[in-house]
């Protein structure tokens, strides 16, 4: 399933400058500035301590920033709050619903909370719990069900009002891959209804499923912003790798390469990387293999997995060579590649 797209004539839905939150002598957020439009997925990525969390927490009002500016579906986050609650959904890191209740009663609570009528929020929450695959626990106490059943509840309870902004803090962590990929489903829905989703997750297929653009936090500070491809490109060029139809014609290889001013480096299991920064580049590999005479099993152009691009931009640890690598030669490949690259 492709992102979704984000169209550049779109209005923002979210708009925050100079945002600064300090908790003591940590500063939680330093100086962050984001806009996400509407209709739209934003991801936000960041380590742990990032200040992810507390990003959300001020733009859902539960917090106030020290210092900054924030809209949020047209309503200033300081000025309105009463107002931007009223369109806005929460699902935190925690399912947050009563376990003493049912379902359907923690649905229909909300519904009237938000001043649906009788009819409206037994409508809306039957219609939710059947969305979610719920209906069967609808009258079960909450405390019976499973985690994945109570995130798929909460996230229910966050759609109840048909919110224009979703506020989703690492929405899937715990849940199993089926669960995982019923929830990446509601979300693309509501998308698709209008609304707009700000997620943070440290999930970086989910990320990539979901997310139309990036921004990455570290310490309090936006480091990188933009597209997966965008991000992808930054950190790193093309990479295409090789398979020989036989694994002896490996060697082979290389040499036909060097012959041609081009270099490869094998990348440990049997096949090799060669830099291809641009279509030229791609070209000339391709027919310097043509011209040897030399089997060719399987050939993959890649970029870096979203995976390196966060660590290679958040500088934990180096970027590590392409899927599927062993560890000890991943570090060895990476260096050598860089080096002909």
């Given at each position: 399933?492709?992102?979704?797209?984000?169209?550049?004539?779109?209005?923002?839905?979210?708009?925050v400058?100079?945002?600064?939150?300090?908790?003591?002598?940590?500063?939680?957020?330093?100086?962050?500035?984001?806009?996400?439009?509407?209709?739209?997925?934003?991801?936000?990525?960041?380590?742990?301590?990032?200040?992810?969390?507390?990003?959300?927490?001020?733009?859902?009002?539960?917090?106030?920033?020290?210092?900054?500016?924030?809209?949020?579906?047209?309503?200033?986050?300081?000025?309105?709050?009463?107002?931007?609650?009223?369109a806005?959904?929460?699902?935190?890191?925690?399912a947050?619903?009563?376990?003493?209740?049912?379902?359907?009663?923690?649905?229909?609570?909300?519904?009237?909370?938000?001043?649906?009528?009788?009819?409206?929020?037994?409508?809306?929450?039957?219609?939710?719990?059947?969305?979610?695959?719920?209906?069967e626990?609808?009258?079960?106490?909450?405390?019976?069900?499973?985690?994945?059943?109570?995130?798929?509840?909460?996230?229910?309870?966050?759609?109840?009002?048909?919110?224009?902004?979703l506020?989703?803090?690492?929405?899937?962590?715990?849940?199993?891959?089926?669960?995982?990929?019923?929830?990446?489903?509601?979300?693309?829905?509501?998308?698709?209804?209008?609304?707009?989703?700000?997620?943070?997750?440290?999930?970086?297929?989910?990320?990539?499923?979901?997310?139309?653009?990036?921004?990455?936090?570290?310490?309090?500070?936006?480091?990188a912003?933009?597209?997966?491809?965008?991000?992808?490109?930054?950190?790193?060029?093309?990479?295409?790798?090789?398979?020989?139809?036989?694994a002896?014609?490996?060697?082979?290889?290389?040499?036909?390469?060097?012959?041609?001013?081009?270099?490869?480096?094998?990348?440990g299991e049997?096949?090799?990387?060669?830099?291809?920064?641009?279509?030229?580049?791609?070209?000339?590999?391709?027919?310097?293999?043509?011209?040897?005479?030399?089997?060719?099993?399987?050939?993959?152009?890649?970029?870096?997995?979203?995976?390196?691009?966060?660590?290679?931009?958040?500088g934990?640890?180096?970027?590590?060579t392409?899927?599927?690598?062993?560890?000890?030669?991943?570090?060895?490949?990476?260096?050598?590649l860089e080096?002909?690259?």
């Open positions: 399933m492709e992102p979704r797209t984000n169209p550049k004539d779109t209005a923002a839905a979210v708009q400058r100079g945002l600064v939150k300090h908790y003591g002598e940590t500063k939680a957020l330093d100086g962050v500035d984001l806009d996400v439009a509407e209709g739209t997925v934003m991801g936000v990525l960041g380590p742990n301590g990032a200040g992810k969390t507390t990003l959300v927490r001020i733009l859902s009002t539960l917090i106030r920033a020290d210092a900054g500016h924030a809209v949020v579906s047209g309503c200033d986050v300081d000025r309105q709050p009463y107002r931007l609650r009223r806005i959904g929460l699902t935190g890191q925690y947050s619903v009563d376990e003493l209740l049912s379902g359907y009663e923690n649905l229909y609570l909300i519904g009237r909370l938000l001043d649906l009528s009788a009819k409206g929020a037994r409508r809306r929450a039957e219609e939710l719990l059947e969305r979610f695959s719920l209906t626990a609808a009258r079960r106490p909450t405390k019976t069900y499973s985690g994945g059943m109570r995130r798929r509840l909460d996230l229910a309870a966050s759609m109840i009002g048909r919110p224009r902004v506020f989703l803090d690492e929405p899937t962590t715990g849940l199993d891959p089926r669960t995982r990929n019923e929830v990446w489903a509601e979300v693309r829905g509501m998308v698709d209804e209008g609304s707009t989703v700000l997620l943070t997750t440290q999930y970086m297929e989910e990320a990539e499923q979901l997310a139309a653009e990036l921004t990455v936090i570290d310490r309090g500070r936006v480091i912003a933009g597209s997966v491809e965008t991000l992808k490109r930054q950190v790193g060029q093309q990479t295409l790798t090789i398979r020989p139809a036989r002896e014609q490996l060697d082979a290889m290389i040499r036909a390469l060097a012959d041609h001013g081009l270099a490869g480096v094998p990348d049997g096949r090799l990387c060669v830099p291809a920064g641009d279509e030229a580049q791609l070209t000339a590999v391709v027919a310097a293999l043509g011209s040897s005479g030399l089997g060719i099993a399987a050939l993959e152009t890649r970029l870096p997995s979203l995976d390196e691009v966060f660590l290679a931009i958040t934990d640890q180096p970027v590590p392409p899927a599927g690598t062993a560890a000890a030669p991943a570090a060895d490949t990476a260096a050598r080096s002909v690259a």
